[in-house]
């Protein structure tokens, strides 16, 4: 799925919940990760002036504990890990 500025976080949930995924960022650097939830109130450093962004969160783990998040901005596309 590629990730627009129009892409609903309904939508990447739906796909991807509890999915281990391989996010390719703007960059090109690909990240193998498990989707935990979906952000619309994300902040790269969770300060008070900062604009909310929509994100995903995931965690390295497997678990569907929490962990990190990555901007929808920072992410060129997601798909479906068919290691897992």
């Known amino acids: 799925m590629k990730i627009t ?8 949930l739906k796909n991807f919940l509890c999915s281990w995924v391989i ?5 090109g650097r690909k990240l193998r990760l498990y989707i935990v939830d ?10 008070d002036d900062e604009p909310e962004l929509n994100a995903i969160i ?14 929808f901005d920072d992410i060129d596309s997601i798909e479906l890990d068919d290691n897992r």
């Open 5 to 12: 500025p129009k892409t609903d976080l309904e939508d990447v």
């Open 23 to 27: 996010v390719t960022m703007k960059g």
């Open 38 to 47: 979906v952000d619309d109130e994300f902040q790269r450093n969770d300060e």
């Open 58 to 71: 995931y965690n390295t783990t497997g678990s569907n504990s929490y962990g990190n998040g990555i901007a």
